[in-house]
């Protein structure tokens, strides 16, 4: 059996590890734009707060998979599935390569979802949706640090990420103002109570929070990035953080039916027989997209379980209870989702 | 006490802290990480205790 995975993150990486404990002679191969090996994805969100994170998030090495006989193709992109043929083409710097397989795992999590009104803005701001954007973010805080000075950043949105870095942000010492459109932070998780509490927990830990806020761009202005809401507010740097977009252009590409996310069946199989989605891609029929650890590692473990012929039974969503992770802040009320 | 110990996941990272427990899973601050039911799962992410290891 030729299993071929794209992405690793906890989906990709838990569902390689679990097959191939499960089926020791199959042939699989990861494909991912990566570089840095398998990281923490959770701990992004203390990336500011937490000394020598560029090392510590790195869970496993690259290596250390190709160890367990799983092959590695990092810093590469797919760029075509080719249904008819099942085969991928991967691209890497130095040469393109076309890979066969006998079924398709699809797991390559979200991007930053932009609004399009910003995108003409692109280069005014930063993002936080991987390791490459923490080092580059945390390479410009540096530069203040060095020379004994704070950056004021301003954050755009007030949802889960976007109250977790303004949270780590403060109480690592920055000056931080948050935008947020809605009349409440993290409205989409929180009952009203819980988001007077954050609320409350934000401006303790010295965040600016105003909501109601209609953000419509930016502007550069000497070395400061004014946020626009009507009025012109000058910051060192600008994080938009407006929620995610599932990765779903290759899967559009190669013809899969396409909701949110990649649509998937009870047991997480597309449109197509030999491929299968798992994590932030995909869409389950209750239109759900289960883009949380717990699920996303529960998915990947009874995924390689049906594939290695261990399970009969459609794929249920476990009980989890995602918690944002604000400096001090407990809900006291599950989060909705 | 100031030898707590820390453990860490090796699945999402989560670390638990001898000293403060998982007192949402019913860990009392000052657990020794043996001490915790060999069914106790990450919090965070649901992986098996086994994939905890000590952080040094």
Same mark, same amino acid.
């Given at each position: 059996?030729?299993?071929?995975?794209?992405? /690793?993150?906890?989906?990709?990486?838990?569902?390689?590890?679990?097959?191939?404990?499960?089926?020791?002679?199959?042939?699989?191969?990861?494909?991912?734009?990566?570089?840095?090996?398998?990281?923490?994805?959770?701990?992004?969100?203390?990336?500011?707060?937490?000394?020598?994170?560029?090392?510590?998030?790195?869970?496993?090495?690259?290596?250390?998979?190709?160890?367990?006989?799983? %092959?590695?193709?990092?810093?590469?992109?797919?760029?075509?599935?080719?249904?008819?043929?099942?085969?991928?083409?991967?691209?890497?710097?130095?040469?393109?390569?076309?890979?066969?397989?006998?079924?398709?795992?699809?797991?390559?999590? /979200?991007?930053?979802?932009?609004?399009?009104?910003?995108?003409?803005?692109?280069?005014?701001?930063?993002?936080?949706?991987?390791?490459?954007?923490?080092?580059?973010?945390?390479?410009?805080?540096? !530069?203040?640090?060095?020379?004994?000075?704070?950056?004021?950043?301003?954050?755009?949105?007030?949802?889960?990420?976007?109250? &977790?870095?303004?949270?780590?942000?403060?109480?690592? !010492?920055?000056?931080?103002?948050?935008?947020?459109?809605?009349?409440?932070?993290?409205?989409?998780?929180?009952?009203? &109570?819980?988001?007077?509490?954050?609320?409350?927990?934000?401006?303790?830990?010295?965040?600016?929070?105003?909501?109601?806020?209609?953000?419509?761009?930016?502007?550069?202005?000497?070395?400061?990035?004014?946020?626009?809401?009507?009025?012109? /507010?000058?910051?060192?740097? #600008?994080?938009?953080?407006?929620?995610?977009?599932?990765?779903?252009?290759?899967?559009?590409?190669?013809?899969?039916?396409?909701?949110?996310?990649?649509?998937?069946?009870?047991?997480?199989?597309?449109? %197509?027989?030999?491929?299968?989605?798992?994590?932030?891609?995909?869409?389950?029929?209750?239109?759900?997209?289960?883009?949380?650890?717990?699920?996303?590692?529960?998915?990947?473990?009874?995924?390689? !379980?049906?594939?290695?012929?261990? &399970?009969?039974?459609?794929?249920?969503?476990? #009980?989890?209870?995602?918690?944002?992770?604000?400096?001090?802040?407990?809900?006291?009320?599950?989060?909705?989702? | 006490?100031?030898?707590?110990?820390?453990?860490?996941?090796?699945?999402?990272?989560?670390?638990?802290?001898?000293?403060?427990?998982?007192?949402?899973?019913?860990?009392?601050?000052?657990?020794?990480?043996?001490?915790?039911?060999?069914?106790?799962?990450?919090?965070?992410?649901?992986?098996?205790?086994?994939?905890?290891?000590?952080?040094?």
């Amino acid at each position: 059996m030729r299993i071929v995975i794209i992405g /690793s993150g906890v989906g990709g990486v838990s569902f390689a590890e679990k097959y191939r404990a499960l089926q020791a002679d199959a042939q699989i191969t990861l494909i991912t734009r990566e570089d840095d090996g398998y990281y923490s994805r959770p701990l992004l969100s203390r990336g500011f707060s937490t000394d020598n994170i560029e090392q510590s998030i790195i869970l496993k090495p690259f290596d250390k998979l190709r160890d367990e006989n799983i %092959d590695i193709i990092s810093a590469a992109e797919v760029t075509a599935i080719n249904r008819a043929d099942r085969t991928v083409v991967v691209k890497r710097p130095d040469q393109e390569s076309v890979l066969p397989y006998d079924k398709l795992i699809l797991a390559q999590g /979200s991007a930053a979802f932009i609004p399009p009104p910003f995108r003409p803005y692109r280069d005014l701001f930063f993002c936080l949706n991987n390791l490459v954007d923490l080092k580059k973010l945390r390479r410009f805080r540096q !530069g203040f640090l060095d020379r004994n000075q704070r950056p004021a950043w301003g954050v755009i949105g007030g949802g889960l990420i976007g109250c &977790e870095v303004a949270s780590d942000l403060a109480v690592s !010492g920055d000056p931080v103002t948050l935008y947020h459109a809605a009349d409440r932070l993290m409205e989409r998780q929180l009952v009203p &109570e819980d988001s007077v509490t954050l609320l409350n927990i934000m401006q303790d830990s010295g965040v600016a929070v105003l909501l109601n806020q209609s953000v419509q761009g930016f502007s550069k202005q000497g070395d400061k990035v004014c946020v626009e809401t009507g009025v012109s /507010s000058p910051f060192d740097a #600008v994080l938009v953080a407006t929620g995610f977009k599932p990765r779903t252009e290759l899967a559009v590409q190669a013809g899969l039916e396409i909701g949110r996310g990649i649509k998937v069946n009870q047991r997480l199989q597309t449109s %197509d027989e030999h491929i299968y989605a798992l994590g932030d891609v995909a869409e389950l029929p209750n239109g759900k997209l289960y883009a949380f650890i717990l699920p996303i590692r529960n998915q990947a473990l009874w995924l390689a !379980g049906f594939l290695a012929g261990q &399970e009969n039974k459609d794929w249920q969503p476990p #009980v989890f209870n995602p918690k944002a992770k604000v400096h001090g802040f407990q809900a006291a009320h599950p989060y909705l989702f | 006490m100031s030898d707590f110990k820390k453990y860490q996941c090796s699945v999402c990272g989560h670390i638990y802290d001898e000293a403060e427990g998982d007192p949402d899973t019913g860990v009392q601050p000052g657990t020794r990480f043996e001490d915790i039911p060999d069914d106790w799962r990450c919090p965070e992410c649901g992986a098996e205790k086994s994939a905890y290891q000590l952080m040094t």
